[in-house]
């Protein structure tokens, strides 16, 4: 397995750790709960080394980004930040990545851990033209602070105003002294940023936050916390709630897709999907009192298997089962009902609208 330079420092905080993606990572230090709520309530520091970072370069980058990602690149400014997924000419979901524009001749993707071999070949094989194409994930380290008093942490650390950076815009500058891409993005539906740096910083700058967020609750968070964290929020996760055989109009990320920018990979059929509908959609649903719904657990209606769950938890904040599955366009609405198969016994569900959850101000 790979190794993040603080497996050791994980170690040391009592991490429970185990295999993700090929990467040696903590999936919780004091519980996934009370680390979901340390997030919610106050703040919560992330090691996310494992994910993967690309540079664009060139007179025909952002051509080239135009073609691979479905967001419309020339639309926003330098220094913002598209959340965008990356298709295949039949419209399914290559991956879904962060993409920077730092200008029109520079951009900085970041890809999901486990698709970092297949998005780089994907790309690779879609460019054309003067272009500089290099993936430097392994000298790029990532944490990510997260929660209502993050600003308050990382102030203490920067000069840089972190006020002024809106959500989804991102700045460089000197964070206890290192070098980082300061971003105001996150994966967990709180307010937070994340900090791209070379990673020989890294048990610097985690002990820096660590130090400084001790009276503000900053607590090491883990994958377990990481994932009930991003359902609540319905943050997408690849490889449950998308993947190789979804699209992006199936799974409601209409709002990334932009066919006002002209072609791209898998304009037609993402536009005939629109325009005619889909064989399924996906929806966010509650259950009652009883087990938790999980990846893979089947959908029924009046004993007729009509889908699956993609993912499913005990919401930490909501306190009740909550789950994403795909399903016919005809339970889309609100108050539809359905039951999931758990171990043997059908469970009812009731369809809702997402996200689950929505931020609040902070109270100190």
Known sequence: MNKTPLSATHEKLGARMIEFSGWYMPVQYSGIIDEHK???????LFDLFHMGEFWLTGPDAMKNVQKVVTQDMEAISDRQIAYSPMCRPNGTIVDDLLVYRWNREKFFLVVNAANIKKDFDWIKSQLLGNHEFEDRSSTTALLAIQGPFAQEIL?????????AIKYYWFTTGLVDGVSCIISRTGYTGEDGFELYFPPEKAELLWNA???EGKNFGLTPIGLGARDTLRLESRLMLYGNDINDSTTPIEANL????????GSFNGFDVLQK????GTAKKLVGFEMGRGPAPRHGYAIFFKGKKVGDVTSGTMSPTLLKNIGLGYVPPSFMKPGSTFDVEIRGKMYPATVIPTPFYKRKKAEK
């Open 209 to 211: 936050l660590m130090a």
């Open 273 to 276: 999907q629109t325009e005619k």
């Open 155 to 163: 102030q203490k650390l920067t000069h840089q105003n972190l006020k």
């Open 254 to 261: 209409d709002w990334t897709v932009k066919f006002g920018k």
């Open 38 to 44: 340390a997030v919610r309530m106050k703040a919560g």
